[in-house]
């Protein structure tokens, strides 16, 4: 019995593992980016109807009623399968980028009836449906289970090299090179310039209008022939506007074609052939609890994709970088989003000596949890940042690394990285601790009701301005008081009671003083506070949950959008206030923290607490749309 | 870093948290032979720690917050450009970046000069649109006209503007004086005030009113002769 429920459960968990990868097998190996969502888990949530009546609903189904020329009436009206995971993925060669969703069918004659009620003529081609949208650069094609939506976009480089232009007919306007490609023709024979008329023929009959190869070019040979060269001094204006025409005909009936080609080879890939589901990167991201996932290639390869060749020698800044990705939870109490990013084991080195610090804990007694709006908070060590500064230069400026590491050593040794690091342990927490009511004057005029002469007159007003609080910890400020001291001379600054002070500047509209106490440098808006913290009769009360996420990360932010709204100033006038205020009633608490090295992974987590009344972090997230929708 | 980043945050607080508020003021004198001058100021003042604010981000609502040298810049280049107008002489800018108020001066030959430039300025700065007023002095007959229509175009701009946008003009004031060498004898629109001493007429009202169409500023005012 106990191996029958064994073999059950094998059974069960394999059928799992494979619906949660569903059609992945079907994303190229080398794709660059990959998101997933996943409809099974945000239909968990919500139902068809309770997004229909949505504003992101709503506004779906105008968009889509308006592209598609037809009345609908609700997302589960074109026979997609909405509970399945849907693929968007970009791929990159050299000559063209492919932007692809992978969106599952449900129902073929619904979604087929769909199609063919649009504006776009759909056509069949070996086994599968297609319509090409009226750019000609992005096409739909679909078979009874899957749609495959795939978008070209010419690599601009690819046709300036003159042996793939000539291979292509393309003629570079420095170069005269003879037209060796055929123009795409209309029935009649005559050459056409529109693009509907290019569509129809290079999708009906594309080997016989243009010889194009049958992949997608990526090299081009090195033996091949240089272009003929006629001699021709002679080019005006007009041939040249033809040329271009001629020029992006070409270009763009090539990108329909390796647009189809693309399509079908996506259609027509099975199982078990090479995906992306053999990079260990993309497996690790694509959690099936995960309501949306986003993965990215290595770091490396993405820097060098955006520059240009030449100047790849340079490019090595992300050196040490693995794949990025992005996971949303949406659960019933909390909406999570995962971020991580991978490191070589170098790196990973360097960044556990780096966050070998934590957080003073002598800070704590400053924090009052009850009405903090928010906090920030870092730890780092200095010291290890500071010795680890020629490393981090190696490796990243590539054909100038010998030198960078010599600018890198000669650094470390002008810099006293341990004196450094007394100066600024590495350590911070930053306090949005509410606002304060000040008196601020400004320039107006009165009349004279004798001749409407008008003098300049100073008014006052109160103003709300935000209160804050920052410290770090120094074992040795001198520096820092002698920089000041500096600024009393030069009366920037005035020091009263061992309290600096600045005053409202133009660019700094709030008043800041400065404190040295126990090995802490304290900056505040508040002078009352920070004569409390000086006297010693601050009162604080930090909460066990807040104490938690300032304890274990190196890295902590948190933002409490109901103590934000009870003190934002009653007399804001109109609408927008009430509605802001409206927003941040409806909102839950927000956390950031950095998460620590897991594997060779590093990361933040992002954590919105789901308000009690409200079912789901889905639900929520759609009302959060709507109330931010209402503030615009 | 450190210092940075959380003073960018509490400054996108104080934007959140203060209103906007300013004033427009035109001031026009007309002397008797038509010629006279004219003084724009805007004042900010008393959103200064919101501008204050703004000006440390790069950019608001997705809009590029200028900076000084712009503003500045942006200024001087309108005062040139009055300079090379027909009929306007004696130009002057000032901007006050302590308390955010600019003010541009100018003299000018005749009354329909203003007409002239104002098409002139609106057309530099690709505003094809009916939203000035034109102005008319009639020496024979001592009557100094202000005539405006709300255009169909400045409606639609205006319902264009998102609430937030809408609500800034409502907080903003607009004042418009008119002097006068003779004494005023009577003045069509009945919204505005005449100085004790009749030599001046006043209008102020919340721009708006103005932008939304609500308010008239036209206005006929029959001088003594």
Known sequence: ?632 | MFITKPLIWCLCLVALLCTSCFEVIEDITVKKDGSGAMKLTVNFSQSRTKIAALMVMDSVHGRKVPDRAEIEAKMQEAAAKLRTMNGISNVTQQTDFNNYIATISFSFRNTADINNLTKKLLAEYDVNTNIAATYAYDQGKATFTRDYKHSGEVKEQFNKLKDRDKEILKAASYISIFRFEQTVSSYSNQAARLAKNQLAVMQRLPLYDLVSGKADISNQIQLSR
Not at chain 1, 369 to 396: C, H
Not at chain 1, 431 to 448: C, N, R, W
């Open chain 1, 1 to 632: 019995m106990k191996r029958v429920l064994q073999l059950v459960a094998l059974a069960s968990c394999t059928g799992l593992t494979a619906s949660a990868q569903q059609y992945a097998y079907k994303i190229p190996e080398n794709a660059f980016t990959v998101a997933t969502v996943r409809g099974e888990q945000l239909f968990k949530l919500t139902s068809v109807k309770n997004v229909n009546a949505s504003v992101f609903g709503k506004k779906l189904l105008k968009e889509l009623s308006s592209v598609s020329n037809q009345d609908i009436k609700s997302i589960d009206d074109f026979g997609l399968n909405l509970s399945a995971n849907i693929y968007y993925y970009n791929q990159i060669t050299d000559s063209i980028d492919y932007n692809c969703v992978l969106f599952p069918i449900a129902d073929a004659a619904k979604f087929n009836a769909f199609m063919n009620n649009g504006s776009n003529p759909v056509q069949a081609r070996n086994g599968m449906n297609m319509s090409f949208r009226s750019s000609g650069k992005t096409l739909f094609a679909w078979n009874d289970q899957l749609l495959c939506i795939v978008s070209g976009k010419q690599q601009y480089r690819f046709f300036k090299d003159s042996t793939t232009a000539a291979r292509y007919g393309i003629e570079l306007p420095e170069d005269d090179y003879p037209v060796t490609v055929d123009v795409p023709y209309n029935d009649d024979g005559a050459a056409t310039d529109d693009p509907y008329a290019t569509v129809d023929t290079t999708v009906a009959e594309p080997e016989t209008a243009i010889m194009y190869p049958d992949s997608i070019p990526t090299v081009v040979p090195d033996d091949a022939p240089p272009p003929p060269k006629i001699d021709n001094d002679y080019y005006d204006y007009q041939e040249k506007d033809r040329s271009y025409e001629r020029n992006n005909l070409i270009k763009d009936s090539l990108t329909m074609k390796w647009v189809m080609n693309t399509a079908e080879q996506l259609l027509q890939k099975q199982e078990g052939t090479p995906s992306i589901l053999n990079n260990p990167g993309f497996v690790r991201a694509s959690d099936p609890a995960a309501a949306a996932t986003f993965w990215l290639t290595d770091m490396q390869s993405i820097y060098s994709s955006f520059l240009p060749y030449s100047m790849l020698k340079y490019g090595y800044m992300m050196r040490g970088y693995g794949s990025f990705n992005s996971r949303l939870y949406l659960g019933n109490e909390e909406m999570r989003l995962t971020s991580e990013i991978g490191l070589d084991e170098k790196k990973a080195e360097i960044y556990k000596r780096i966050s070998n610090q934590k957080l003073n804990k002598k800070f704590y007694k400053y924090i009052n949890s009850d009405s903090l709006v928010g906090f920030m908070s870092y730890a780092f060590n200095t010291e290890a940042y500071m010795n680890e500064l020629p490393g981090l230069f190696t490796g990243m400026y590539g054909k100038y690394d010998e030198e960078m590491s010599i600018a890198g050593e000669l650094l470390s040794i002008a810099l006293d990285e341990k004196a450094i690091a007394k100066v600024v342990k590495g350590d911070g927490l930053f306090l949005l601790s509410g606002v304060s009511k000040k008196q601020v004057t400004y320039s107006s005029y009165v009349y004279d009701s004798e001749t409407f002469e008008y003098k300049d007159t100073v008014k006052t007003k109160t103003e709300t301005l935000p209160d804050f609080l920052c410290m770090f910890s120094s074992d040795d400020p001198r520096i820092i008081e002698k920089m000041l001291q500096y600024g009393v001379k030069k009366e920037k600054m005035t020091f009263k009671d061992g309290i600096y002070s600045v005053e409202e500047t133009r660019k700094m509209p709030l008043n800041l003083h400065i404190l040295f106490k126990d090995g802490i440098v304290f900056l505040g808006t508040s002078y009352k506070e920070i004569r409390s913290i000086q006297a010693g009769t601050f009162k604080g009360n930090l909460s066990k949950e807040q104490k938690a996420l300032l304890t274990k990360s190196n890295y902590a932010m948190f933002f409490n959008p109901k103590n934000l709204r009870g003190v934002l100033p009653s007399g804001e006038p109109g609408d927008t206030a009430d509605k802001l205020r409206k927003l941040l009633d409806g909102t839950g608490n927000v956390y950031v923290t950095s998460t620590s090295i897991k594997n060779g992974y590093v990361g933040f987590d992002m954590i919105a607490d789901v308000p009690k009344d409200k079912p789901n972090a889905l639900v929520y997230f759609l009302d959060l749309i709507e109330e931010m929708t209402q503030l615009n």
